[in-house]
Each structure stands twice: as C-alpha cells, then as structure tokens.
C-alpha cells in the first residue's frame, strides 16, 4: 500500500512539473493541463518496458566491466525517452519545435531535481512508520 501511494504521489508531483513548466511557456491553462496529463502518462506506459530491457542488459554485463557502461547507457536511454516524449507532447499540442525543444530540455531536469527530494521525504516518512510501529508493538 505505501509503495502504491508513493507512486502516485510521484505521478502528481510530475505532472505539476509539467504543467506549470507547460503553463509559463504557453500562458495556457489548456495545454498546460494536456502537457500534465499526456506526457507523464505517457512515460509512465513506456518506463516499465524500458527498465525491463535494461535489466536484462545490466544482468548480463553485471560481472564484466561492462557493467558500468550499461548503467550509463540505461540512465541516458532513460534521459533520452523522456525528453522525446516531453518534445513530442508540447510540439503536438503548440505546433512550435522550438515549444517542443524548450520543454524537453527543461522538464527532466525539473524532475531529475525534484524527484530525489520527493523520494528523500517518503523514504523519511516510512522510516518514522516503521519505528512507530515498532515502538508500538514493543509496547504491547
């Protein structure tokens, strides 16, 4: 249950990266909110199939020292989706390359920022539940 509500919880705070970065370049609360709710949902769908193959690739370069490469190559793999997907979304909604290419550049380093502090905070917030719980448990 907690893992399900961090994860939603990390779906809104990266659709509120896209939609305010959405919202400042077009002043549009229209394409903001499309911007929100396509691009996120979109990455969203592809990650899973993206890490799967990259699992496999880090598995079986994980003992040789190509085992570094890979990570490496999975991390700008990942970069690269996403900034597709966010140019991809703002160009089909504005029309502007130049809309697309802003919007693809800053967003994933909006959420590269974001995200670790919002994983940082859940991480603290189930460390404080599992210690009340076990204070709690240590009290009965």
């Known amino acids: 249950m907690f893992t399900a509500i961090k994860t939603f919880s990390q779906v809104c705070t990266h659709m509120s990266i896209a939609f305010g970065l959405a919202y400042l370049l077009t002043g549009s609360l229209a394409l903001g909110g499309?911007?929100?709710i396509?691009?996120?949902?979109?990455?969203?769908?592809?990650?899973?199939?993206?890490?799967?193959?990259?699992?496999?690739?880090?598995?079986?370069?994980?003992?040789?020292?190509l085992g570094f490469a890979a990570l490496a190559g999975e991390k700008l793999s990942q970069t690269s989706l996403h900034m597709g997907v966010a140019?991809?979304?703002?160009?089909?909604?504005?029309?502007?390359?130049?809309?697309?290419?802003?919007?693809?550049?800053v967003e994933p380093i909006c959420n590269v920022i974001?995200?670790?502090?919002?994983?940082?905070?859940?991480?603290?917030f189930r460390t404080h539940l599992?210690?009340?719980?076990?204070?709690?448990?240590?009290?009965?």
């Open 114 to 124: 974001v995200l670790p502090f919002h994983d940082r905070l859940w991480e603290r």
């Open 87 to 105: 140019f991809g979304v703002m160009y089909w909604a504005t029309g502007s390359m130049a809309f697309g290419g802003l919007l693809a550049v």
């Open 38 to 65: 396509i691009e996120p949902i979109i990455n969203v769908a592809l990650l899973p199939w993206h890490e799967k193959a990259w699992h496999a690739i880090r598995r079986r370069y994980a003992a040789s020292r």
């Open 130 to 140: 599992v210690e009340s719980e076990s204070a709690l448990l240590g009290a009965l």
């Open 34 to 36: 499309l911007a929100a």
